[in-house]
């Protein structure tokens, strides 16, 4: 299994303005994912971010918007830019179970950010 | 790519019922993995189950992969089984969705004492 925290918990914001989530892992891993939950709604993923190289993105999701650091193999930021009221949602991140006898494993999700946009 | 559709989408159960919520896929899958989310958003690992049957306590899963569903089996209901149950999957692609999950609508579950 996999440790996951993240900061903050959760955060108010006016809109126009940024916020920077961590994601910190308790072992090295490959790669580190984040997905959004709207309320009322499913999971969503955003990118996977890779040590060294940029994040990749789903469609509909850019790299203006979402900027994404992965300065090391158990760390990770996501930046919500220029942020509006249809940003109010739970930001996850997520990473793989290591040590598992297949090549896909588990995977595990940190507690959320909850972020409101006013 | 991989579509996940799950039911029911509401289920109101009083406690000790059983229940059965059901996961259907539409492609091959290399990883399906049931959660709880609580009430505070956290999402709790239930089953790590790309095939076969397995059990923890009151929960037990099962996945035919061959007929693309799985379904989640909740004996002895207690209210702190309420919640949201997702069920996600890894489609069978190979590289493009290596580690990406793609999750169902869920399933609210209320359980009345």
């Known amino acids: 299994s996999a440790v996951i925290s993240q900061k903050p918990s959760r955060d108010i914001c006016q809109r126009g303005t940024s916020l920077t989530i961590q994601c910190q892992v308790d072992s090295q891993v490959t790669m580190m994912f984040w997905y959004r939950q709207q309320p009322g709604q499913s999971l969503t993923l955003i990118a996977t971010a890779n040590q060294g190289s940029e994040a990749t993105y789903e469609s509909g999701f850019v790299i203006d918007k979402f900027p994404i650091s992965r300065p090391n193999l158990t760390f990770s930021t996501l930046t919500v830019s220029n942020m509006s009221p249809e940003d109010s949602s739970i930001y996850l991140c997520?990473?793989?179970?290591?040590?598992?006898?297949?090549?896909?494993?588990?995977?595990?999700f940190g507690p959320g950010t909850r972020l409101t946009v006013l | 790519g991989i579509q996940v559709e799950q039911s029911p989408p509401d289920l109101i159960l009083q406690e000790g019922a059983n229940s059965t919520l059901r996961c259907n896929f539409s492609?091959?899958?290399?990883?399906l993995q049931w959660f709880h989310q609580n009430p505070w958003g956290q999402l709790i690992n239930l089953f790590y189950?790309?095939?076969g049957t397995k059990q923890n306590g009151r929960l037990s899963a099962t996945t035919v992969a061959t007929e693309r569903y799985s379904l989640l089996y909740i004996s002895s209901s207690q209210t702190t089984d309420s919640g949201v149950y997702f069920c996600?999957?890894?489609?069978?692609?190979?590289?493009?969705?290596?580690?990406?999950?793609?999750f169902g609508q869920g399933t609210i579950l209320t359980v009345h004492p």
């Open positions: 997520s990473v793989e179970g290591t040590g598992g006898p297949s090549s896909y494993n588990e995977q595990f």
């Open positions: 996600a999957v890894e489609g069978g692609a190979g590289g493009t969705s290596y580690g990406k999950l793609t």
């Open positions: 492609d091959s899958v290399n990883n």
């Open positions: 189950i790309p095939s």
